[in-house]
């Protein structure tokens, strides 16, 4: 990845209707990135795609690419290609054809084309499949085709839109790897929209959180999930106790009536605050070594470790721990300073949806 | 095979045998329907077309009647007629059904409504309408006049009976072109625009190739009623104009020879078959191929 910015978009605003999809939306992407637009539906990511892809126009805003601006330039006439939600192949053609259309359309010569479509179909893992019409092959090999008939026109950016949305569990992490792979063997920039958490951790460079047609955070994987700016974040990617608390001092915060060492500095004396807590973050200890008592109120397993509720200090406190606490057991509660995350209480609601500028 | 086996595999085809007759007893009201309505008439045109009025023995005389002249002149110009009709309901159907393609799902099911609106109404009335309007002092000839144009004589013309086809069959061809072209996925278009192409090539190269078979089954909702009409030739043409359909008519309730009109009604049945087959040869995945 370089520093070089590729695709700028300022000041972006898109409404449909009485709606405002996207407001005033600034965001850059950067050459050979793996950025991925990550949101609950109707969050305004892929509006986003579809602005850069060229099948919307902003109503207000500008969309640079390489330099120049694109905003009113036709999907035909953008360096960039795209794969569709559901993949979108044309029934009628056959794998080959599927994957020479758009070489056809720009009029390249018939050994280039075949070249390109042999080099394509083995990039995919879909050798000897050209004569086969789409109908014929199975949700990832189709979503594959469509990569392929995207990559062979050598594009700059690949736009995805929830491509492995209709794979099942299985053959979606087979994809994510594929994609890296793919990513890194093509040296382009990808952007990518799921509202699929753990995807977008597993593949990307950059994660860009959007609500309500608001980026709320963008940053790496880690920072991501690590680092909530927000409890719309927090709550969003992974699971979480958010919990309402107090700064009591620089690194010192006071959640439930009880203080806890933290590692945050910087909020002043006596501020409210949301404190999030990941559940595997929660140490389970007895009774008189925690810094809260608690009863275990419920106990799950879930394969890779136990999701136990445990009822302290008027909360329930969600904790993922390896090591089983019985239901009705008295624990007691620890948490290392540097696994809580303070953030600012928002005031208002409107103040709950903020533009955040890239780090 | 072990006897427990033997006894379930026993089961299963008892089973599976009762669910094929329960089946079949389902299916019998259009079975039943099919042979009385369908069947039995197609087997009466046949006979009488190929038996001999007077003494009922097989005679070809009754289908080799088309050589006549005058009724072979009546077949050619009801195929001129028909194809002629055909094109410009596709040339209009195609782009109306496009536009309503592009609309909201609100306001296109209202415009399609407003379509279909006249076919509430009878069949006749609405071409003895056209007869009103057309007719040497009619409606249109009227207006004409006062407006001090030259005035239009294509009542009882090929031009009048066209102009009645395209007005009752419209109809016919949007509709089955609408319903494809409602089914293609909008990414798929976007797919084409996106991989370099303009509008006029993903017209041609997808929206056209995918929307194949509602052409398809259009033409044939088209053709087919307009090369065997003779309501429209009968009221739109006078006795100026003679359809193929008016001639098999006319044998039936003029000279009131069943066995000639039966004869003709085989010629014609082959014509309508020929084209039908012709058509399935380019649309394969048709949804109208259940005819074949």
Redesign the interface.
């Known amino acids: 990845m370089s520093d070089r910015k590729l695709i700028d978009l300022v000041d972006i605003t898109k409404q449909y209707g009485d709606s405002v999809v996207l407001d005033d939306l600034n965001l850059y992407i950067r050459e050979n990135e793996f950025l991925t637009l990550l949101g609950p539906s109707g969050c305004g990511k892929t509006t986003t795609l579809r602005i850069i892809g060229g099948f919307e126009t902003p109503d207000k805003g500008k969309v640079i690419f390489d330099g120049k601006d694109i905003t009113r330039l036709a999907p035909n006439e953008r360096q960039l290609n795209t794969v569709f939600q559901k993949y979108a192949l044309f029934t009628h053609m056959t794998i080959t054809e599927n994957i020479a259309f758009g070489l056809k359309i720009k009029k390249k010569s018939k050994q280039y084309i075949k070249d390109k479509i042999d080099y394509a179909l083995k990039l995919v893992n879909l050798d000897g499949f050209g004569n086969r019409m789409p109908d014929s092959l199975s949700g990832g090999q189709q979503q594959r085709i469509a990569i392929a008939r995207a990559i062979v026109n050598e594009p700059k950016v690949l736009l995805l839109d929830e491509p492995l949305g209709a794979l099942d569990l299985k053959m979606r992490q087979d994809m994510q790897y594929e994609l890296i792979r793919l990513k890194n063997e093509l040296g382009i920039t990808f952007v990518y929209v799921t509202h699929d958490q753990e995807e977008a951790l597993t593949m990307s460079d950059t994660i860009v959180v959007m609500n309500q047609g608001y980026i709320q955070q963008v940053g790496t994987p880690e920072m991501i999930y690590n680092e909530p700016k927000n409890a719309f974040v927090a709550d969003f990617i992974g699971e979480s106790n958010i919990i309402s608390a107090t700064m009591v001092e620089d690194k010192l915060v006071n959640i439930l009536g009880a203080n806890f060492v933290c590692v945050d500095t910087g909020f002043g004396r006596n501020q409210p605050v949301d404190v999030v807590i990941r559940p595997e973050d929660i140490d389970l200890v007895k009774p008189e070594d925690g810094i809260i008592k608690g009863r275990v109120t419920s106990l799950i397993f879930k394969g890779v470790h136990y999701e136990m509720e445990v009822m302290a200090n008027g909360r329930e406190w969600l904790v993922h721990s390896t090591d089983l606490s019985p239901v009705g057991s008295e624990v007691g509660i620890r948490v290392d300073p540097f696994d809580i995350q303070i953030m600012n209480r928002p005031e208002s609601e409107d103040e709950e949806v903020v533009t955040i500028d890239e780090p | 095979m072990s006897r427990d086996k033997k006894v379930e595999k026993k089961l299963k085809e008892e089973l599976q045998g009762k669910k094929k007759r329960n089946n079949a007893l389902l299916a019998s009201p259009y079975i039943i329907w099919m042979a009385i309505f369908i069947i039995v008439p197609l087997f009466m045109i046949a006979y009488y077309g190929l038996t001999d009025k007077e003494n009922g023995s097989f005679t070809l005389a009754n289908i080799k009647l088309i050589l006549d002249p005058v009724n072979l002149k009546a077949l050619w110009l009801s195929i001129r007629l028909s194809v002629i009709s055909t094109l410009i309901c596709l040339l209009l159907a195609y782009p109306i059904a496009m536009i309503l393609r592009s609309l909201n799902m609100k306001r296109s099911s209202f415009i399609v409504f407003i379509f279909i609106l006249p076919m509430w109404m009878n069949f006749l009335l609405r071409t003895i309408a056209w007869q009103n309007i057309l007719e040497r002092n009619g409606i249109l000839n009227t207006i004409l006049s006062f407006l001090h144009l030259p005035t239009l004589n294509i009542i009882n013309t090929s031009a009048a009976i066209i102009l009645g086809m395209v007005y009752n069959y419209l109809p016919f061809m949007i509709l089955p072109i609408y319903n494809v072209l409602i089914k293609i996925?909008n990414?798929?278009i976007?797919?084409?625009?996106?991989?370099?192409?303009?509008g006029l090539?993903t017209l041609l190269?997808?929206t056209l190739?995918?929307s194949l078979p509602g052409v398809i089954s259009g033409i044939t909702m088209v053709f087919v009623p307009s090369l065997t009409t003779f309501v429209i030739s009968n009221i739109l043409g006078g006795n100026k104009v003679v359809l193929i359909g008016n001639v098999i008519e006319q044998q039936f309730k003029v000279v009131n020879n069943r066995n000639a009109g039966a004869g003709l009604s085989l010629v014609l049945m082959v014509f309508v078959l020929a084209s039908m087959a012709l058509l399935s040869k380019y649309d394969k995945e048709a949804e109208g191929k259940s005819i074949w």
């Open positions: 996925d990414n798929v976007n797919a084409a625009r996106d991989l370099g192409a303009n090539q190269k997808i190739p995918l």
